[in-house]
């Protein structure tokens, strides 16, 4: 009898578990999608508060980085918000600016408190043709397709966006389709804060825009095989050419002064490794 409770227990304790790490999955879910929602309508206040205010919080975007929660402000209420809606918190007549969130993976580590999810966003944007005289933007329609790398933490039990990667990989003109994209369709940041008041603090090395098709990296390892996809695989040469010829493979490097202090380790949910070990953040 003794056995059997003890046996009883440990089912209750594994099931505990596994519907925490469900409901923290869903929850993280849930937050990208309301982030979405904000963004969507220009809701750049009700943006700004969904990230943590973790001093190793960052925004990664457009070979650049914003860092901190002063960072993210720049960002969204500075750049987004002067640039889209002339400094309101909120939609401007006429202005279109639609992200659908899908293809989510979401993986939580053993302590429920940090989060990985990669996801992808195909963004409707542009103008009515009614404002094309009043919006800075003037008449223009556009496509953007991108994925996130997000890391997500639990700051006093509520899940935040932590560490956001967005690599905008793709645009195209409506009218023209993709294969007409210029190269380098938004302009790189070429300056920081403060020379630039709304710029990012740094600029960094990692720049990717359509025609470039390499490969944004997996936070985790292949689901049958376990392993690593190899670095020259997530590249992109020219048809024919070795991968020794194509641009470095991209990272999901953490900024100088940030670490992990749980990388090597090796946690297993459901028979698999959910995270690469290099990128597991708590020890």
């Known amino acids: 009898m003794g056995s059997e409770l003890e046996e009883l227990k440990e089912q209750v304790s594994l099931l505990r578990k596994e519907l925490s790490r469900v409901s923290d999955e869903a929850e993280v879910r849930k937050v990208h999608f309301k982030y979405g929602y904000y963004l969507d309508k220009c809701l750049y206040n009700e943006v700004v508060d969904m990230y943590a205010d973790h001093p190793d919080t960052y925004v990664e975007f457009l070979g650049s980085r914003y860092r901190g929660k002063e960072g993210v402000k720049r960002l969204y209420n500075g750049r987004f918000q ?4 002339n400094g309101r918190n909120g939609p401007v ?3 279109l600016l639609d992200h ?6 979401v993986d939580v580590d ?20 009614s404002v094309r005289e009043t919006h800075p933007r003037g008449h223009v329609q556009w496509w ?26 793709w645009h195209a003109e409506y009218e023209k389709g993709w294969s007409l994209t210029k190269e380098n369709y938004v302009p790189w940041p070429t300056k920081t804060y403060p020379e630039d008041p709304l710029g990012p603090d740094e600029i960094i090395e990692q720049k990717m825009l359509w025609p470039d098709t390499r490969v944004v990296p997996f936070h985790y390892p292949h689901p049958v095989t376990g392993k690593q996809t190899a670095d020259d695989d997530l590249r ?9 010829t194509a641009e470095a493979p991209l990272t999901l490097a953490l900024p100088e002064g940030q670490s992990r202090p749980g990388a090597g380790k090796v946690w297993v949910s459901e028979g698999s490794v959910r995270v690469l070990p290099d990128l597991v953040q708590n020890p």
């Open 93 to 95: 007549h006429g202005f």
């Open 236 to 244: 992109a040469p020219h048809f024919g050419k070795d991968a020794s």
């Open 100 to 105: 659908i969130m899908m293809q989510d993976i």
């Open 110 to 129: 053993p302590s429920g408190t940090h989060a990985w999810c990669r996801m992808r966003a195909l963004m409707q944007a542009g103008t009515h043709m």
């Open 82 to 85: 002067q640039a889209f809606v």
């Open 144 to 169: 953007e397709g991108g994925l996130y790398e997000n890391e997500y933490i639990k700051e006093n039990g509520v899940w935040k966006l932590f560490r956001y990667r967005y690599f905008p990989f």
